[in-house]
């Protein structure tokens, strides 16, 4: 009885001890004869002999490691009390239920008591079961398996007070949902490690020093797992942990595992949904239980969940880890890569990205490892290993690189080892199919049709999904009126709720929403959003922040000083005007080869150079915990690198600088502009999968808000038709400007991609006259700069006036040319690609070998063009006018002619692979030599039409039936 009374007064001194102690390898707490005492308690209760593990064990290396579990336990104990804000007592309760010292002490006391019983009745059956022997062998696995660890867990979290006298209902001292027991443990190996590592560890060391590394290892990843598996309680903003986030958010606190909805997703294969949508996840875990295949995509717009889904993924797969009672290498285990934080500049190398993402995760929870470290390694090869890419869209690689990518996935994956790639659609390669990838779209938020919307299917939700969002919104965010799917359709916002994105920004700002008088625009939604929050983040500065309070103010007043705000602004406009001005230099940085990351000095510097602020830590502090540049990032990380919370919130914000300076420029006179114009230099507006111009538009061509002078968000008309002229101006104007670099080479040259954005702003304009390219070699000289930087120009002018362009062997592999007029262009041997060319007119002019690609061009009108020997592959070509035009050898494959108007075209020799002619009019048409055996003619007018005898026509098909004359050459000559 003396030893079991003598071992229970150590171990609670070593709790209490590790409670105050600030580090595991400061003193021990222990002493030899306590080791003495300990040995015996293990001795005597027979608890030794059930403790010997895998290897030979003594009794002193056993109550060695019994006093290091209990002292690292003390300290977690204490580090979670500190700084887990769930976790701590409520108004009025201290640590411990009792106030007194000497209470607190009898607390800790009768739990180690229970301890030490649990643990001596371990001793007492000598026909263990088999979960008991597994878990006395764990000895020298993970020491949250070792029966120590186990006994205090029990005895310190019992649901039932253990002290005699104490009130019924009274809370355990450690009273833990399953994310911060995860919290809790992660402290624990925390401690444990650093105790192994000192001069008190010693023993235990040399007791597994055979298995050193493997045991570290096991430690590590007990660690990440235990991190992933606490995601569910963390924000869905950041992944930030609920006692990490800054007070003066506004937003309320939404843990991913509350509101996450699940979204339907449709399998593609070649670009076509087929079968029956259902759950992402679903999907997935039905995937991980075939042989193939090991590598699948999961794509969709901004906004759509893809990053939630991701890391919904990771918890579960965690959780599943960590409670499986089978091999560990039969569960899955999660490895979570950001991609924007984890590849490096030259593209995917897998064991170096794994090694990142590893360091990164660690460092979050204060674990610091070199990229190096052994314990980073790549999982063995028989261990099943799910590796997420997510956000794959927000990393800049070429076609070439993705290509690169994708096989270097094919040929790492294995039916053991999957990966899975979030990403937008425009970010992923042409043909995934040749990879063996498996390709899944999200669907938007999924409503019961009421309608026969889906008829054709016959598929429906099993709920409403938006409907199940907003119980949750309005539970976590504590409506009084909670919001209705019918409150947001009578708004006329029905369609915009269906992206969880924009249904949160609506639910935050629903009362702005309600008094309005007409649905806003995407632009409008954001910034109703950014205003919002800029506004309760200043006013909550005022109660919990007066430093970041007073910069915002001192930020106001030195923007009014140089002219960029008017009297009407107020602290949060300067707060969104710095975000948009920093959105742009990040976006500016990302374009640099290599990208560059934006650090809060080039900030700094920017902020005194820009706008003469000095000492401007506190303005910083605005960005990085003011408003949602930062949510993305851990607030209290050491980490100077600012992110944004989502990809489209940068978008938004680089449009809003855009637009700001735009209308800043417009209302100078002509000789102040060229500062304001220098300032959208060095960068590109435009780009693949990026939403800024769209973002831009909008703003351009929304109304002013009377409420909010200051927002560039919403123009004039007399601000738009001045925007038109200058727009003119610039496009005409191709001057270079190098900017800071030395070189006067054409590739340094910053206009180019300025007058590109100008061509499709000028052109975008609504209400104005359309821009004229009065040359006929404004758009030629654009592109001139892309040649020879091998980049992809984004041609966006839909009804400008482009007569007479001059784009002989142009590179076109993104357009808006929607009733574009291209009167008399010059496009032989172009190559255009991927287009929008609605009601374009390109009549008279010359397209001899051109080929157009995934385009839609419906009623184009290309009367008498001559386009000999051109293709149109894949287009959409719906009642266009080609009348008199020279067709001789045109190839139309997989081409919807329908209606299309070809009287009087020369086609000969011309070839309709597999095109739909119904209802076209090839009346006068000379079809002599063409291919027409695979067209569909349902309904085609060729009165007069002529045809020889190699004329190809459809089986069963008569021509003359139809008004066409065959004619008889005087000699059979090839006429091409």
């Known amino acids: 009885m003396a030893d079991l009374s003598t071992a229970i007064s150590i171990l609670a001194n070593l709790i209490e001890f590790g409670l105050k102690a600030s580090s595991a390898k400061e003193s021990s707490g222990i002493d030899e004869k306590d080791i003495e005492a300990l040995k015996a308690f293990l001795e005597t209760g027979g608890v030794f002999a059930s403790l010997r593990g895998r290897q030979s064990a003594t009794p002193d290396v056993a109550a060695r490691q019994l006093g290091l579990v209990t002292k690292a336990f003390g300290m977690a104990f204490g580090?979670?009390?500190?700084?887990?804000?769930?976790?701590?007592?409520?108004?009025?309760?201290?640590?411990?239920?009792?106030?007194?010292?000497?209470?607190?002490?009898?607390?800790?006391?009768?739990?180690?008591?229970?301890?030490?019983?649990?643990?001596?009745?371990?001793?007492?059956?000598?026909?263990?079961?088999?979960?008991?022997?597994?878990?006395?062998?764990?000895?020298?696995?993970?020491?949250?398996?070792?029966?120590?660890?186990?006994?205090?867990?029990?005895?310190?979290?019992?649901?039932?007070?253990?002290?005699?006298?104490?009130?019924?209902?009274?809370?355990?001292?450690?009273?833990?949902?399953?994310?911060?027991?995860?919290?809790?443990?992660?402290?624990?190996?925390l401690a444990y490690w650093e105790a192994?590592?000192?001069?008190?560890?010693?023993?235990?060391?040399?007791?597994i020093e055979k298995d050193l590394r493997s045991y570290r290892r096991l430690l590590v990843r007990e660690m990440l797992l235990g991190d992933l598996a606490s995601w569910g309680d963390r924000h869905v903003f950041g992944n930030i942990e609920r006692h990490r986030r800054d007070p003066s958010d506004p937003l309320p606190f939404l843990p991913l595992r509350e509101m996450y909805v699940e979204p339907y997703a449709t399998a593609e294969d070649c670009g076509r949904p087929i079968g029956t949508p259902r759950p992402i996840l679903e999907q997935i875990y039905a995937l991980l239980t075939q042989?193939?295949?090991?590598?699948?995509?999961?794509?969709?717009?901004?906004?759509?969940?893809?990053?939630?889904?991701?890391?919904?993924?990771?918890?579960?797969l965690a959780n599943a880890y960590l409670n499986t009672s089978g091999a560990s290498t039969d569960a899955w285990l999660p490895i979570y890569i950001r991609c924007a934080d984890d590849f490096?500049?030259?593209?995917?190398?897998?064991?170096?990205?794994?090694?990142?993402?590893?360091?990164?995760?660690?460092?979050?929870?204060?674990?610091?490892?070199?990229?190096?470290?052994?314990?980073?390694?790549?999982?063995?090869?028989?261990?099943?290993?799910?590796f997420l890419l997510d956000g794959l869209d927000e990393v800049a690689l070429g076609e070439r690189q993705l290509e690169a990518m994708f096989q270097a996935l094919r040929d790492e994956a294995t039916a053991l080892q999957r990966f899975i790639v979030f990403s937008r659609p425009g970010a992923l390669p042409r043909n995934l199919e040749k990879y063996g990838v498996e390709l899944y779209e999200l669907l938007p938020l999924q409503r019961p049709s009421r309608s026969s919307e889906n008829e054709q299917t016959k598929w429906q939700p099993k709920e409403d999904q938006i409907a199940l969002w907003l119980d949750r919104w309005n539970v976590l965010a504590g409506r009084p009126d909670p919001i209705t799917p019918a409150q947001i359709a009578r708004r006329g916002l029905a369609e915009a709720a269906t992206t969880p994105i924009l249904l949160l920004m609506i639910a935050e700002t629903w009362d702005d929403h309600v008094r309005r008088q007409t649905p806003p625009s995407l632009a409008e939604i954001y910034e109703v959003f950014f205003w919002h929050i800029a506004r309760g983040k200043h006013e909550a500065d005022r109660e919990h922040n007066n430093t970041v309070f007073d910069a915002s103010e001192r930020l106001l007043k030195k923007l009014q000083e140089n002219g960029e705000l008017g009297d009407e602004a107020r602290p949060p406009d300067a707060m969104l005007w710095l975000m948009a001005r920093v959105a742009w230099e990040a976006k500016k940085l990302d374009q640099q080869v290599p990208a560059l990351p934006l650090r809060t000095r080039r900030v700094d510097n920017m902020i005194e150079e820009e706008l003469?602020?000095?000492?401007?830590?506190?303005?910083?502090?605005?960005?990085?915990?003011?408003?949602?540049?930062?949510?993305?990032?851990?607030l209290e990380s050491k980490s100077d690198h600012i992110l944004f919370g989502h990809q489209s919130f940068r978008e938004f914000l680089v449009a809003r600088h855009w637009s700001d300076r735009l209308r800043r420029i417009v209302r100078l006179p002509h000789r102040q502009r060229s500062g304001y114009e220098g300032a959208l230099l060095g960068g590109r507006l435009l780009g693949d999968e990026d939403k800024s111009f769209d973002f831009l538009r909008s703003m351009v061509n929304a109304e002013c808000d009377p409420q909010r002078p200051a927002s560039p968000v919403g123009w004039s008309e007399v601000d738009r038709r001045e925007l038109q002229v200058w727009c003119q101006e610039k496009f005409e104007n191709d001057d270079q400007d190098f900017g800071k670099s030395k070189s006067r080479a054409i590739w340094a040259d910053q206009r180019a991609a300025f007058r590109e954005a100008i061509l499709a702003i000028g052109s975008s304009i609504k209400g104005v006259p359309e821009l004229v390219d009065q040359t006929g070699a404004g758009l030629r000289s654009i592109l001139a700069w892309f040649w020879m930087t091998g980049k992809g120009?984004?041609?966006?002018?839909?009804?400008?006036?482009?007569?007479?362009?001059?784009?002989?062997?142009?590179?076109?592999?993104r357009v808006d040319l929607q009733k574009t007029e291209l009167v008399g262009a010059n496009l032989s041997d172009a190559m255009i690609s991927g287009g929008e060319m609605d009601g374009i007119d390109l009549s008279g002019s010359t397209m001899?070998?051109?080929?157009?690609?995934?385009?839609?061009?419906?009623?184009?009108?290309?009367?008498?063009?001559?386009?000999?020997?051109?293709?149109?592959?894949?287009?959409?070509?719906?009642?266009?006018?080609?009348?008199?035009?020279?067709?001789?050898?045109v190839r139309f494959v997989h081409v919807n002619l329908s209606g299309a108007d070809l009287s009087g075209s020369d086609a000969d020799w011309a070839s309709f692979e597999t095109a739909f002619l119904n209802g076209a009019d090839l009346s006068n048409a000379s079809l002599r030599y063409?291919?027409?055996?695979?067209?569909?003619?349902?309904?085609?007018?060729?009165?007069?039409?002529?045809?020889?005898?190699?004329?190809?026509w459809p089986s069963d098909f008569d021509p003359e039936a139809h008004g066409a004359v065959q004619v008889v050459e005087d000699d059979e000559e090839d006429k091409g």
């Open 930 to 952: 063409a291919d027409l055996s695979e067209a569909t003619l349902d309904g085609v007018k060729l009165l007069n039409a002529r045809y020889n005898s190699k004329t190809k």
């Open 79 to 189: 580090r979670h009390w500190q700084h887990n804000e769930l976790a701590a007592p409520q108004k009025g309760r201290k640590l411990f239920p009792s106030g007194s010292e000497r209470e607190r002490r009898d607390e800790i006391e009768a739990r180690t008591r229970s301890a030490v019983l649990r643990l001596e009745a371990l001793g007492d059956h000598h026909d263990l079961s088999k979960d008991e022997i597994q878990r006395v062998d764990a000895l020298t696995g993970s020491p949250l398996n070792t029966p120590y660890f186990c006994a205090l867990w029990d005895a310190f979290s019992e649901p039932d007070s253990i002290r005699l006298g104490s009130p019924p209902d009274e809370l355990p001292v450690l009273f833990l949902s399953n994310t911060t027991r995860r919290q809790f443990e992660r402290h624990f190996l």
């Open 291 to 316: 042989q193939q295949p090991n590598v699948f995509v999961v794509k969709a717009n901004f906004g759509s969940g893809k990053s939630l889904t991701a890391r919904t993924l990771a918890m579960q």
């Open 196 to 207: 192994l590592a000192s001069p008190a560890g010693e023993g235990v060391r040399d007791y």
């Open 848 to 889: 001899i070998g051109t080929r157009i690609v995934n385009c839609a061009m419906p009623e184009a009108c290309m009367d008498r063009t001559h386009a000999s020997s051109a293709m149109f592959y894949s287009c959409l070509m719906e009642r266009v006018k080609m009348r008199v035009a020279n067709l001789m050898g």
């Open 344 to 386: 490096s500049g030259g593209g995917l190398d897998i064991e170096q990205t794994v090694r990142r993402a590893l360091k990164r995760q660690a460092a979050s929870f204060d674990l610091s490892l070199k990229a190096s470290d052994d314990a980073l390694v790549l999982p063995e090869a028989e261990q099943r290993v799910v």
């Open 612 to 634: 003469g602020i000095e000492e401007s830590e506190d303005v910083l502090r605005t960005i990085r915990v003011g408003l949602l540049l930062a949510l993305q990032a851990d």
């Open 793 to 813: 120009p984004i041609v966006i002018a839909p009804r400008a006036k482009l007569h007479d362009s001059q784009l002989g062997a142009a590179r076109l592999t």
